[in-house]
């Protein structure tokens, strides 16, 4: 069974980090890209980040690109979003998705990604 399990949100400071946790199961990593997504209240599904299946190709959006990074351990199966300088626009409902490519999409449209996880909230405030 194909599962991707988010973890590492929590309530963090403007300026602050943190680390999400994308951990994968039921399939083998290194052969799908992986991208993260983000859903503030009221707001469209928002990809974030998308990493190719050997980790060699890595997109951000715009609003995230010198603050965050994604990395994989296809060891470990799992994927990282390293999200640092964070911003109180940042707060939103993150989630890790598996596409069925090996390449990230061009686009981050959701209907792209196959398997979802349950999400973990992130919280910048002060």
């Known amino acids: 069974q194909v599962q991707v399990v988010e973890s590492g949100g929590g309530l963090v400071q403007p300026g602050g980090s943190l680390r999400l946790s994308c951990a994968a199961s039921?399939?083998?990593?290194?052969?799908?890209?992986i991208g993260w997504f983000r859903q503030a209240p009221g707001k469209e599904r928002e990809g974030v980040s998308c990493i190719s299946g050997s980790g060699g190709t890595m997109y951000y959006a715009d609003s995230v690109k010198g603050r965050f990074t994604i990395s994989r351990d296809n060891a470990k199966n799992t994927v990282y979003l390293q999200m640092n300088s964070l911003k109180p626009d940042d707060t939103a409902v993150y989630y890790c998705?598996?596409?069925?490519?090996?390449?990230?999409?061009?686009?981050?449209?959701?209907?792209?990604?196959?398997?979802w996880g349950q999400g973990t909230q992130v919280t910048v405030s002060s």
């Open positions: 998705a598996r596409t069925n490519l090996y390449y990230c999409p061009q686009k981050a449209i959701p209907r792209v990604y196959a398997y």
């Open positions: 039921g399939f083998t990593l290194d052969n799908y890209a």
